[in-house]
């Protein structure tokens, strides 16, 4: 798993990548209320805002950590807000990209890292 | 946060128990402790909430008489307080000369000290209150700003019960809203109402700072108390229907666009003495731009406050001022203000949130009834 300064992960198996926000980022923003995720089809270039995480206090863009086209959204956390809370690295999923440079998931932190990261934060 | 942020004296009691902190109105304050928002809400609604606002502003107002005093007071804004009763506690704002709210604030008469009125004031505001007051009582009236009294709110459908107990022979679980009085409370020396800013049964607590920890900790062993920060305050607040200084109220609104005409009785009306009195009597009589409306979401996006409201037509009728998610009522909810035409319930209107228009009705508020205590 590799995780973004924006606190969005990716899970690489084959030239799928699964997208998510971390377990720190869903503590930051507490209970979720309202989640918005892109079209099965959509392109995305690494960057671009892809979805929309809510929680009571405050709304958060969700960015594309890597380029690519999506081929599936968990529709489960649209209905069910919590799991981003509950399991927010597993479970609460957002969409899947199919990779097109597999070699921008080599750039992202890798857990370590990212955990050093956000030692920095406090 | 930073070190300028002042802190009440439940400070290393938020911490301890695991609070989320940040800075609120000059005050480090606890937002939220680790159960999270949607469940300091529920425990609210379904048992009791304890909510430190030691950060609002408590003063004394005191003077020869309770008439003098109260008509001082009367002179800055449209409530009744000459007919205030002892033991009895009123809503009313702080206008300034157009109309506008200076501030919102509770007024209280206590039961045994004619000449004296209580003050409780925004936190974000009390500077300019303060200010306020200074300049314009008369010289027989005296200003005391109680820095060293810490509150505490008690609120929920167990508030009554749990205080019953800890002040057996009191009668406190029978007061009637709004009515205040010295309390012990497990040994603690207390002053009490019984209001809040929850929508629900409860009180609010004023005790001198040294005791507020201990006493804080004692409510908190209670069976069903729970600590409750700040976020759930607001979504608790907005779902009860309640105004907000700087969201609902500022120095461009007046009590009656935004729906606080019960807080003006017929004497203040007709008779006026009062800041902005002129503004108050035209909107009352219908000279009206805007008011202030409930909106109810029909999709699960919330719009948050300075989000446009449009009409059917797309064109910008208004502002919402508070908005986001309303655990209780389980849907995203708003309070705004739109011309008088579109103050319906059922109106039809378009939320502009992150660029698109979210469809949405005027609604009733408040959206969660109140269950306060009217005796």
Known sequence: ?122 | MSDADARTPLYALHVELGARMAPFAGYAMPIQYPSGILAEHSSTRTRAGLFDVSHMGQAWLDGPDHETVARALEALCPADIVGLAPGRQRYTQFLNPQGGTIDDLMVFRPRDADGRLGLIVNASRKGIDYAHLRKNLPSGVKLTIRDEAALISLQGPLAAATLARLAPGSGVESWAFMSVGPLTIGGFACEASRSGYTGEDGYEISLPSSEAEAFARLLLRQDGVAPVGLGARDTLRLEAGLCLYGHELDESTDPIEAGLAWSVPKRRREGGGFPGAARVQAALAGDLKRRRVGVRLEGRAPARDGAEILDASGTKIGVVTSGGFGPGVGAPIAMGYVPPEFAKVGAAVGLVARGKTLPARVAALPFHPHAYHRG
């Open chain 1, 1 to 122: 798993m590799r995780f973004t300064p924006d606190h969005e992960y990716v899970n690489v198996s084959g030239d799928v990548a699964t997208i998510g926000i971390s377990d720190h980022a869903q503590r930051q923003l507490g209970d979720v209320v309202y989640v918005e995720l892109p079209e099965i089809g959509t392109k995305f270039d690494k960057g671009a805002a892809a979805a929309v995480v809510e929680s009571v206090k405050a709304a958060s863009d969700v960015f594309s950590p890597v380029g690519g086209e999506v081929v599936a959204v968990n529709d489960a956390v649209t209905s069910e807000t919590s799991l981003i809370n509950d399991d927010a690295q597993g479970r609460g999923w957002l969409f899947k990209l199919k990779l097109s440079d597999p070699g921008e998931v080599e750039a992202l932190m890798d857990a370590e890292t990212y955990a050093d990261f956000l030692k920095t934060l406090d």
